[in-house]
Structures are given as C-alpha cells and as structure tokens.
C-alpha cells in the first residue's frame, strides 16, 4: 500500500472520530455551540484531505460503490457543516436546530458510516 494511501486511511480515521463526536454533541445540546461547530468542521477537513489522497494514491476507477458512497457522503457531511454555520450565523449559538436539521445530520452520518465500513470491507477483502 503506498504512502498517500496509508495517510488517506489514517486521515479517513480521524475523520470518523470527529464525525461521532460532532453528533454526539449535536444529539445533546441541539444547538450550534463551538464543539459542535468545531467538530463538524475538523470532521469535514480531514474527510476532504483523506478523500484527496485516496483519490492520487489510487490505480483503480474513481466511481465503485465505494467511490460513488464516499463522494455522496462527503457531499452530505459539508452541506450539512454550511448549514450549522448558516444557522450559527443568522440564529447565533442559543437557537436550537431544528428537526430536520438534525435529522439530516445523523442521515448523512449514516451514509457516511456505509461509505467507512465499504472501505473497510474492500480493505480486508484485498488482504485475504
């Protein structure tokens, strides 16, 4: 495995981290506080970095399952950061987001859970 793959999947890692962490903190305090805001944005950072490296370090096709999953999540995850910073922004930290808001939030976290656990399985399936 070359090297810019290696940093992708750490980065990749980093990434689920902060992505549980950021809703964990969205589902208890329902509102755009610092660590919410910072989570998601640090989450969103390192999926992008990871996704680049992924994209450079590999020889394959760019739109497998894998692939097309990742890039919908990735899509989903930084629409969902505009959004909190939108409603950080017009609403202040005080407001609480609304239903859908969160709603979305843990579907995209699914999504982006699927396009992990895709990349875990294509991982271990190559390693056998």
Known sequence: MS???ITG???IHIALVLYTVFIYK???YKRATKGVLGFITAAVLF???ATGCMMVGTVEN???LHGIL???ALLVMVTDAVFIWRHKLS???EMPFSKTLNRNSKLGYVLWLAAFFTGEMIAFMNHL
Do not use: A, M, N, P
Request: glycine share 10%; hydrophobic share 40%.
């Open 3 to 5: 090297y810019i793959i």
């Open 9 to 11: 999947v750490i980065l």
């Open 26 to 28: 969205e589902h208890k």
């Open 47 to 49: 999926d992008i970095t």
């Open 62 to 64: 760019y739109f497998t």
């Open 70 to 72: 990742g890039y919908s």
């Open 91 to 93: 609403f202040g930290s």
